[in-house]
């Protein structure tokens, strides 16, 4: 925890941001979704792998997905989804990609969401800064 202070209070001073939110459950804010690699795969499974099994794998849910990045597999059944077979994609739901209210960048590290409205006291705040800035 002090790890994530000692970065906060970092970023704070630097950004001249007044809060810093560290949440390690994404669930709320990021969707994973995946593309099979059909080629590896088909290779692999051969007419196991058919169109049933390609909307399947596709409809993994974040859950399942999360676990495939962790462990390098993961269990469909009775098929283990071997490393690889996967290209996992991690992006911010609609709530928060399309609203005006918010930016948010992602990759697989990491997931990164401002909210870059500005309300009264940061207007007058900013106003202070600027005067304060001119004397």
Same mark, same amino acid.
């Given at each position: ?14 950004l ?14 990021v969707?994973y979704?995946c ?11 051969k007419?196991? #792998? ?9 409809? @993994?849910?974040?859950?399942k $997905?999360? +676990?495939? %990045?962790? *462990?390098?597999y ?6 283990k ?11 911010f ?6 609203s005006d209210? #918010?930016a ?8 990164? @969401?401002l909210?870059?409205? $500005?309300? +009264?006291? %940061?207007? *007058? ?11």
């Open positions: 925890m002090q790890d994530y202070q000692a970065v906060a209070s970092y970023i704070t001073d630097e001249n941001c007044l809060e810093l939110k560290v949440d390690s459950n994404e669930d709320e804010y969707l979704s593309e099979p690699d059909n080629k590896l795969i088909g290779q692999a499974l007419k196991a #792998y058919d169109k049933k099994l390609k909307e399947e794998i596709a409809g @993994l849910s974040s859950a $997905l999360r +676990d495939y %990045l962790k *462990q390098g993961a269990m469909h059944g009775d098929l989804i071997e490393q690889g077979w996967l290209r996992v994609e991690k992006t739901n609609d709530k928060y990609a399309k209210e #918010y948010c960048a992602s990759n697989m590290t990491s997931s990164v @969401l909210r870059t409205t $500005l309300d +009264d006291k %940061l207007v *007058q705040m900013g106003l202070a800064r600027e005067i304060t800035n001119r004397i």
